[in-house]
């Protein structure tokens, strides 16, 4: 199966290998889209702008319910994925698409509600994307974006391969002509959109405890070898298949060390049209 419908347009940094699909599918609104929560009403119509499985689209569409929510995403591989899980959820109100977040198939003022997770860091032109969604906005419609600062990333202990994983993620990603820390730029993206009100925010992601710390060191130690970020980094040079082996290695060591900590601020920002 074709899986990205603009493959020679932008490249997702994860690619969509089943280990960061099954990764992405643990999302939750309750988790990953607080923040936006309380501003959805029933009724409401909702656009989740590069949903990938649907997990937290799921939960935006139940706050919207009986309102349509349409999650539209370039991988038709998530996307079955996605329909496959509202159907066993027996909502109903949920539509999945197939759509470039550059070129929305959708008319102007469609939607009262516009969700991105982690969608402009992997975007070489975000700020074309950003007026594409606030397009198919209503007026008096609110978007909610969450965006990740990697280089708000802290490990402890600091093995040398914490931190040559944090310079291969970031070779890529701007290899890839994306920004690994776009949640710093959201204020300065948004100011320019003549918005009636915004409010600009973040979360920290903290490791630190035994399960939390192993899964996220095996999570990567999976990650850094079978995804799309281990393909490029071999492919352009960045690394080589034994040093990511290695890395991912040191991942999983650091994971399962007694005083393992990990922690990583993700931006979030609230804007109304």
């Not at 130690?221 to 079978?226: G, P």
Request: aromatic share 8%; net charge negative.
């Amino acid at each position: 199966m074709k899986d990205d419908i603009t493959p020679n347009r932008e490249v997702y940094l994860h690619g969509h290998h089943p280990v960061v699909v099954d990764e992405h599918a643990r999302r939750s609104a309750e988790r990953n889209a607080a923040y936006l929560l309380p501003h959805l009403k029933p009724g409401m119509s909702l656009l989740d702008i590069g949903c990938g499985p649907g997990s937290i689209t799921v939960g935006l569409a139940e706050a919207v319910s009986p309102g349509r929510t349409v999650g539209v995403d370039m991988s038709e591989m998530a996307l079955e994925r996605a329909r496959a899980d509202a159907a066993s959820s027996g909502l109903t109100d949920i539509e999945y698409l197939a759509a470039d977040a550059y070129e929305l198939p959708f008319p102007d003022g469609s939607f009262d509600a516009v969700h991105l997770h982690q969608v402009l860091q992997h975007l070489s032109d975000p700020e074309r994307a950003m007026q594409e969604a606030l397009r198919v906005m209503t007026p008096g419609g609110v978007i909610g974006i969450t965006e990740v600062d990697w280089d708000t990333a802290t490990f402890w202990p600091r093995p040398p391969e914490t931190d040559r994983f944090l310079e291969i993620y970031d070779a890529v990603a701007l290899h890839n002509g994306g920004d690994p820390d776009m949640g710093r730029r959201l204020r300065s993206m948004l100011e320019p959109l003549d918005l009636s009100r915004m409010e600009i925010g973040a979360i920290v992601w903290t490791f630190g405890d035994a399960e939390s710390t192993e899964q996220w060191g095996d999570l990567w130690w999976s990650r850094i070898q079978e995804s799309n970020i281990a393909t490029v980094a071999v492919e352009v040079g960045i690394s080589t298949t034994d040093e990511l082996a290695k890395v991912g290695a040191g991942l999983h060591d650091w994971g399962q060390a007694p005083d393992a900590y990990f922690s990583i601020t993700h931006s979030q920002a609230l804007g109304w049209k």
